[in-house]
Structure formats: structure tokens, C-alpha cells
């Protein structure tokens, strides 16, 4: 039938949601487990400093609210980290024929398709945590800021390949426009 799903090269009864884009065609890949860890302590910084803060504010007015606030904190702090194990497993990104998915999110749960056509330029960066964990993050960039996608948490050479395949595909695509 001309207008099946099928026709169209898709599984039979076509996408089962918007954000799982044929899941039987599509291989997708997790990004480092390490990314966690690297998360955490970026966490565990801000913890630190916003508990000295209520110490000091403690310390100088004896006001009752600090202890309070100091107990806020360190709830916060344990339910986002929570939230960032579950967040991380949800980042995954796969790789099709002529473009790039890329996954995450928990409860707004976001899914880019980037078209390497599309594709102008490709950023891998990795700050100095990433870089004690052998961690870096490839940045995607089109001619629309809002379909910019990233990938965090990917090994330096899995980051250099798919920079490089990547950059090779936009280019080879791009020649046809």
C-alpha cells in the first residue's frame, strides 16, 4: 500500500512514540558512566560553598533560620543528585544514514534530530573535571541556535571520531545544496 508506514521504510504500524523514532532501526548509544561521577562533584563544590555561607551567617547572628537553610541545602543537594544518576543514564545519541539523534532528559524528555547537512560546525570541548575523567563533550552547531544538540560525557577518542565523521558527513551532504 502506497501510504503504509512500511511503504515508507518504516516498521510496520510506524514510530511507537514521538521521542523513539523507529526503535528497532535505531542503535543508541550511552554516554560515559563517568560523566556521573564528574557531575557529583560539580555538585558537591556548590554544596560546600553554600554551606560555609550558612555556617559564616550562623556563626555571626545566631539566627535560627540557618540551621534551617543548611538542612534545605543538603536535601537539595541529595535529591538532584538522585535526579543526575537517572539524568545521565537518560543521554544516549545515535547515528543514521543522514543525520544524528541525541537524547536526555527525565522528565521533559528531549530528542534532536540534527540533518549533517545541516551541520556548520562541530565544537568538542572538555573542561578541567572532564579532563581528570578523560571526558569530553561534542557540541553540534546548525544555522538555527535552536537545533544546536550536545553530547556530554563521551571518551576523548569517541569524541575525536565522531568529530571527525561528523565534519566528513556535513561536508559530503553540504555539497549538494
Known sequence: MAGSPAAAGFPAGGPVSALEPWPDTVEWRPVSRSLITV???NRASWVVVLLAGCTAGWVLTEFWAWPAA???VLIF?????IVTVRAVKAWGYAERD?????RHGLVIRRLSIVPYARMQF???????????FHLATVQLHTASAASDAKIPGLPPDEAARLRDRLTALGEDRAEGL
Open 122 to 132: 562541530v565544537d568538542v570541548t572538555a573542561g578541567p573535571l572532564e579532563r581528570a
Open 77 to 81: 543537594a541529595v535529591w538532584r543528585s
Open 98 to 102: 543522514n543525520d544524528l539523534l541525541v
Open 39 to 41: 557531575e557529583l562533584i
Open 70 to 72: 543548611m538542612a534545605a
